[in-house]
T-cell receptor, first 111, second 116 residues
């Protein structure tokens, strides 16, 4: 089957710390991989994506590399800010348009 | 321009009642998706439409759930004989189309349904 497993939270970091949120997946076929972010009081927003193995998605200082050999798509940022506090969801999409989401990881960045 | 909107933002109902949840997609988006997000979980796919037709309804949990999109724009998710386990946030998303680079999904703020 298709599923996403992501690091459980909550995660609390100090401003300017390095962030990693782990995400691994199980999929039939060749999925596209995504990170979505949900800021407090807002809807889900696409943060970045990668559509094939070894692709790197990046946006707003966040990066994730599609690793087929380890079935992973870990999210990283070198220096987090208070404004990055949000819930982060890893997701995959197989053929068609059905998404499979992880359970979300809550990040709080303190000044 | 306006994003995806959903009404109501909150709905409280009693067990056994019927509810309708509405989604207004971004103008011009032909594809529309419904998800359910239970507490502490990620969104779970329910159904998606291309135009007026349901392209994939495999995520609907049972026959108490039904969704329509009669004119290819606004969609309504209908839940009959609600149960306490239906309590969740129901998310709607839309995309330009289903194909290739035009299928980025834009999400609405959700409707929080509470069944007492």
């Amino acid at each position: 089957g298709n599923s996403v497993t992501q690091m459980e939270g909550p995660v609390t970091l100090s401003e300017e710390a390095f962030l990693t949120i782990n995400c691994t997946y199980t999929a039939t076929g060749y999925p596209s991989l995504f990170w979505y972010v949900q800021y407090p009081g807002e809807g889900l927003q696409l943060l970045l994506k990668a559509t094939k193995a070894d692709d790197k998605g990046s946006n707003k200082g966040f990066e994730a590399t599609y690793r087929k050999e380890t079935t992973s798509f870990h999210l990283e940022k070198g220096s987090v800010q208070v404004s990055d506090s949000a819930v982060y969801f890893c997701a995959l999409r197989i053929t068609g348009n059905q998404f499979y989401f992880g359970t979300g990881t809550s990040l709080t960045v303190i000044p | 321009g306006a994003g995806v909107s959903q009404t109501p933002s909150n709905k409280v109902t009693e067990k056994g009642k019927y509810v309708e949840l509405r989604c207004d997609p971004i103008s011009g988006h032909t594809a529309l998706y419904w998800y359910r997000q239970s507490l502490g979980q990620g969104p779970e796919f329910l159904i998606y439409f291309q135009g007026t037709g349901a392209a994939d309804d495999s995520g609907l949990p049972n026959d108490r759930f039904f969704a329509v999109r009669p004119e290819g724009s606004v969609s309504t998710l209908k839940i009959q004989r609600t149960e306490r386990g239906d309590s969740a946030v129901y998310l709607c998303a839309s995309s330009l189309s289903l194909a290739g680079g035009r299928n980025e999904q834009f999400f609405g703020p959700g409707t929080r349904l509470t069944v007492l």
